[in-house]
């Protein structure tokens, strides 16, 4: 929980190696690392180093723990990330990798500074100007992680920039794209690399606002639907251990890959030793003007689990819902609470089979089965992208999916861009 207190040592508590990082942990292994180093330093993720497979086989509830960390952090103003491992158990450090050339995550810390660096900058104030844009306050700079490989860029953090207008202060910014304009930062030493500008699109103004302070009428024709269990769950917890059906889970998280599923067994035999997104990419594809930068790895650029938001009953989740926090580190390595960050709860999933046999007479030998799932779900939310990865599992099945809902990355039509996507769609009617 959010509100824990300390323990006497940071390890107590824990009853499975596999047991994601208390706060307790996480504070220890930042003060480690801070005693380390004698520089300021930001801390990207503290993480549970994983024992291995054979050691976890070969834990039996009751015996001795040993707890290790993987502690990453950079200095501030130069390019390169290192890799501490920390004995939590031990309360020393164990190893230590540095990456030269390595850039880490941006930072949710850093969103904002990448935000007021463009605003501030004479070229970019001068080409918003130039698109009729006199209010700085109401411009938005959407920061994109982006590669390294053009002129002026090596050796740098580089962030490359979309950026949209409000025409109020809880205006949609997405229904207003600057296109065209795209400042390039440089993350480590916060100044602008050059600003990208391919011409003044006109700025579409008709506002899209569909929250619900924007709305005069509200419809009244659907009615609530309830989702209850007046016997209760069919499923119990033990640390961080779920038990459903024939089902064990440990239920894990960090901040990059978010929500993970280790040691899961079924009616007593392993089927799968973890479970995770690895990676989520989105290559957006069009070549026009900067927009062939967009190409976003949401985990290994931002991390999933630092962009969990916290879920709310009747909202995100409905049913008799069961909410577990997720513990994180944020910049300064200080460990952060993200509360009711996973959802856990049980689902009608409809008919898992249904019999007639027509043999009978009347027709009254019918029987119907209804399937139930167990499900863990997060809400990963970076600006206007929300992700939710959901598993699941049933009585005999195992899946994952993730939902995307939220506003598209919106552009300004152009003629160019419309005439490119006229001929891919002419080559894949000739190939098809």
């Known amino acids: 929980m959010c509100n824990e ?23 220890a292994a930042a003060a480690l690392v801070k005693e380390a180093e004698n520089e300021p330093l930001r801390f990207e993720t503290i993480e549970l180093k994983e024992p291995a497979k054979a050691a976890v086989r070969a834990f039996k509830p009751g015996s001795d723990i040993t707890r290790e960390a993987t502690v990453s952090v950079y200095k501030l103003y130069n390019i390169g990330v290192s890799i501490y491992t920390v004995s939590l158990t ?7 990798i540095h990456h030269e050339k390595a850039c880490p995550m941006i930072q949710l810390e850093e969103f904002t500074e990448v935000e007021e660096t463009c605003k501030k900058d004479p070229d970019f104030i001068a080409a918003c100007k130039r698109r009729g844009i006199e209010n700085m306050d109401l411009v938005c700079v959407d920061p994109w992680s982006a590669g390294a490989y ?37 993350i480590k030493s916060w100044s602008m690399i050059r600003v990208d500008d391919f011409g003044n699109v006109p700025i579409p103004m008709e506002d899209s606002n569909y929250e619900t302070e ?18 209760g769950v069919s ?31 079924y009616a007593g035999r392993p089927v799968l030793y973890r479970a995770s997104i690895a990676e989520m990419v989105v290559p957006y594809g069009s070549p026009e003007g900067s927009h062939f930068r967009k190409n ?16 709310e009953l009747g909202c995100d989740c409905l049913g008799s819902i069961h909410y577990m926090d997720g513990w994180i580190t944020d910049i300064n390595g200080k460990p952060f609470c993200l509360k009711n960050a996973i959802c856990i709860h049980e689902e009608d999933t409809g008919v898992l089979w249904k019999h007639w046999d027509f043999r009978v007479s009347h027709s009254l030998r019918v029987f119907s089965v209804r ?8 809400f990963c939310v970076l600006s206007r992208r929300p992700k939710t990865p959901r598993f699941a599992v049933g009585a005999a099945s195992f899946s994952l999916s993730s939902r995307l ?25 000739h190939l098809s």
């Open 5 to 27: 207190t300390s323990e006497k040592k940071p390890t107590d508590g824990i009853v499975h190696p596999l047991e994601p990082l208390t706060r307790d942990e996480i504070a």
């Open 90 to 96: 031990q309360n020393k450090i164990l190893a230590v």
């Open 150 to 186: 053009q002129p002026g860029e090596e050796g740098k953090h580089v962030c490359h920039a979309f950026c949209w207008l409000k025409t109020s202060t809880n205006d949609n910014l997405y229904a207003h794209p600057i296109d065209g304009l795209h400042p390039v930062v440089d």
């Open 214 to 231: 924007f709305q005069k009428d509200f419809r009244d024709d659907l009615k609530p639907i309830d989702v209850v269990q007046p016997e």
């Open 235 to 265: 499923f119990s917890l033990q640390g961080k251990t779920v038990k459903w059906h024939d089902w064990s889970i440990l239920i894990g998280f960090n901040a990059r890959e978010g929500l993970t599923l280790h040691n899961i067994q």
């Open 296 to 311: 976003v790895f949401d985990i290994s650029e931002y991390g999933l689990g630092k962009l969990a938001n916290q879920l």
């Open 371 to 378: 399937s139930h799932a167990f499900l863990w779900l997060t």
């Open 405 to 429: 809902s939220g506003t598209m990355s919106t552009v300004r039509p152009t003629h160019a861009i419309s005439l490119t996507f006229q001929q891919c769609s002419s080559k894949i009617r």
